[in-house]
């Protein structure tokens, strides 16, 4: 199953990605520094493809993947 995010990489801000929740190791919040202003991200851990930078909370996150475990399938307002 997977869990669709919004990036929040500066490269591709607004785009939607979709991480398998079964690779996910790690969910956590930072504040990340670009151009002189502090935004708030959260990072996904998900090896061997590495940490992607997304614009929901760590609550909403984990809501959404603890949400598909039980319901057998992931959906977000």
């Known amino acids: 199953m997977f869990v669709t995010l919004t990036n929040a990489a ?10 398998s929740i079964d690779l996910i190791a790690t969910v956590y919040e930072t504040t990340v ?6 935004e708030n991200v959260t990072l996904v851990f998900a090896p061997p493809h590495g940490t992607f930078e997304i614009s929901e909370s760590l609550d909403m996150i984990l809501a959404l993947i603890n949400g598909s475990k039980k319901n057998g399938s992931i959906s977000k307002a």
């Open 33 to 38: 520094e670009r151009n002189g202003t502090f």
């Open 10 to 19: 500066e490269a591709h801000r607004g785009n939607k990605i979709a991480i």
